[in-house]
C-alpha cells in the first residue's frame, strides 16, 4: 500500500472508536439542517436522561473558536487553501485531544457538528488540493480515532445554498456555486469509500423526519449508550 493509502485507511478503514464511548459525527454542505438536526437530537436525548457531549468544528476549544474567527471572517479573502487546510486540522488537533478523547475514555457520546471528513470534502475537494495530502494531514490530527458513525445530511447544493440565502454569508459559505458542487460530489465520494460508516440522510426531508431518520441509525449501532432512544 502506498504511503497516502496508508493514511487513506486512517478515516477510510473500519473500526470506530473501539472504547467505551462512541463519536457520532455529523456532515454535510452549506443549509443541509446538520446543526438542527444536532438540537433535536440533543433535545431528544436531554428528555431520555442522557448527556451528550456536543462540539463543533472548526472550534470546540477556546483555542479551535479563534481559530475558526480566522477561517470564517470575511474579511481572511487572501487565505490561501493550504493555510485554510491547516487551519482545519490544528482545531482538529485541539479537539481530539482536549475534548474529544478524553470523553470517550470517560464512556460519554460524543456528537460532533463536522469533522474530518468535511476537510476532505471542503478543501481537498472544494479547494482542489486533493484527498491524499487531507487524509496525511487529518492522520496528524486524528492520531488513530475514527467516527463510530457519520450522518451525511446531503440536499443538492444550489437548494443548500438558497436556505442560507437569508443569512450574512461566511468565508465559506461566500464561495460560488462551484465550489459548493465539488463539496457535494467529495461528500457523496467519501460516503462510498466509508459505507461502513457513513449513513445518507435525506436533507430535503422535514426536520421531524430527519429526527426520525438520524435516531433510527443510531438505534442500528445497538451500543449501550443508544439503548432505550
Ligand atoms: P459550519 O457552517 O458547519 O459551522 O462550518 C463552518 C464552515 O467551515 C463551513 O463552510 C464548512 C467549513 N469547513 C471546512 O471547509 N473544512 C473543515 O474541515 C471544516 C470542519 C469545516
Not at 477556546?62 to 487553501?81: C, F, H, N
Amino acid at each position: 500500500m502506498s504511503a497516502a493509502g496508508e493514511h487513506a485507511s486512517a478515516l477510510r478503514g473500519g473500526g470506530g472508536t473501539g472504547g467505551p464511548g462512541l463519536l457520532i459525527t455529523f456532515e454535510g454542505p452549506e443549509g443541509s439542517g446538520k446543526s438542527t438536526l444536532i438540537v433535536s437530537l440533543t433535545a431528544h436525548l436531554r428528555a431520555l436522561g442522557r448527556d451528550p457531549v456536543i462540539v463543533r468544528e472548526p472550534g470546540g476549544t477556546a483555542i479551535g473558536e479563534r481559530i475558526r474567527a480566522i477561517l470564517l471572517d470575511p474579511a481572511s479573502v487572501s487565505m490561501t487553501a493550504e493555510t485554510e487546510l491547516l487551519l482545519m486540522v490544528a482545531s482538529r488537533a485541539q479537539l481530539v485531544r482536549e475534548t474529544i478523547r478524553p470523553a470517550l475514555a470517560a464512556g460519554r457520546l460524543v456528537l460532533c457538528d463536522r469533522f474530518a471528513d468535511a476537510s476532505v470534502a471542503y478543501q481537498g475537494y472544494g479547494r482542489e488540493l486533493g484527498p491524499e495530502l487531507v487524509d496525511r494531514l487529518n492522520a496528524v490530527a486524528l492520531d488513530g480515532l475514527r467516527p463510530d458513525l457519520t450522518l451525511l445530511c446531503l440536499l443538492p447544493p444550489e437548494q443548500g445554498l438558497a436556505r442560507i440565502g437569508g443569512r450574512a454569508p461566511d468565508r465559506l459559505d461566500a464561495e460560488r456555486l462551484e465550489f459548493h458542487q465539488r463539496v457535494h460530489a467529495g461528500y457523496r465520494a467519501l460516503a462510498a469509500e466509508a459505507a461502513w460508516r457513513f449513513r445518507v440522510l435525506d436533507a430535503a426531508a422535514s426536520p421531524g423526519q430527519m429526527l426520525a431518520s438520524a435516531l433510527e441509525q443510531l438505534r442500528g449501532l445497538e451500543h449501550s449508550l443508544l439503548t432505550g432512544l
